[in-house]
């Protein structure tokens, strides 16, 4: 991400000579857009007879420092502030940014509105949105606009503002079919970490009681 998007040495950069920007030099063709022309935020509302059965992955249990999906619960361990999230969607903790809570979901699922569930605008523009919205500097931008002292909170009509700046549709397209496969990894490995967590939390007890039997026939 950082070779192609941060020092502009993408495939066939050689041909994009830089030009001047706001941001500073970046490839003729690109544009300096914000943040909001890459994805927008989405409140889809939570239903409770269409979707108690999701999982929950509410900004509690979001891990810190990794795009994995980590433990999740049920919706009914909330009861206000639930909305939806689904699969391709980057979930980002609005609430003390400094927490570095940032997911990449490989599911569909609910969450609470302290989480900014962001939904990329074009397909190809999936895996950029993960690593942009993960990226330390995007978290230091929106550790340094957000408001609020004991509670710091970075407001999406400002978030949506961050200067990024975005290639062509056919660039973004080749580094999703690099990053995406790896993200798509990401999430089935997690999801496996998690069932064995949990099976292993449903045995352990049992074969410490004496409940399983082990011995060799």
């Not at 009914?76 to 940032?102: M, N, P, W």
């Not at 699922?109 to 942009?132: E, M, W, Y």
């Not at 919205?133 to 340094?144: L, M, Y």
Request: positive net charge.
């Amino acid at each position: 991400y950082r070779e192609w998007f941060v020092h502009f040495r993408f495939p066939g950069h050689e041909n994009h000579p830089r030009i001047a920007s706001p941001l500073g030099e970046i490839p003729q063709g690109w544009e300096v857009k914000k943040l909001g022309d890459l994805c927008s935020l989405r409140k889809d509302p939570y239903r409770d007879a269409e979707h108690s059965g999701l999982p929950l992955l509410d900004m509690a249990r979001m891990p810190s420092r990794t795009l994995a999906p980590n433990d999740t619960g049920k919706p009914a361990e909330l009861t206000t502030s639930r909305i939806l999230f689904q699969e391709g969607d980057t979930l980002f903790g609005a609430i003390r940014c400094y927490l570095h809570k940032v997911v990449v979901m490989n599911y569909t699922g609910v969450t609470n509105t302290s989480v900014l569930v962001l939904r990329p605008k074009a397909r190809c523009f999936r895996a950029l949105l993960a690593i942009v919205a993960s990226d330390v500097d995007t978290i230091r931008w929106a550790e340094t606009q957000s408001t609020g002292t004991k509670m710091p909170v970075i407001n999406w009509g400002v978030f949506q503002g961050m200067p990024s700046p975005v290639p062509s549709k056919a660039l973004a397209q080749a580094f999703e079919e690099v990053a995406g496969p790896m993200l798509d990894e990401i999430g089935v490995l997690a999801t496996q970490i998690q069932n064995l967590r949990r099976t292993r939390d449903l045995l352990l007890p049992r074969l410490l009681s004496g409940q399983i039997n082990i011995e060799r026939s």
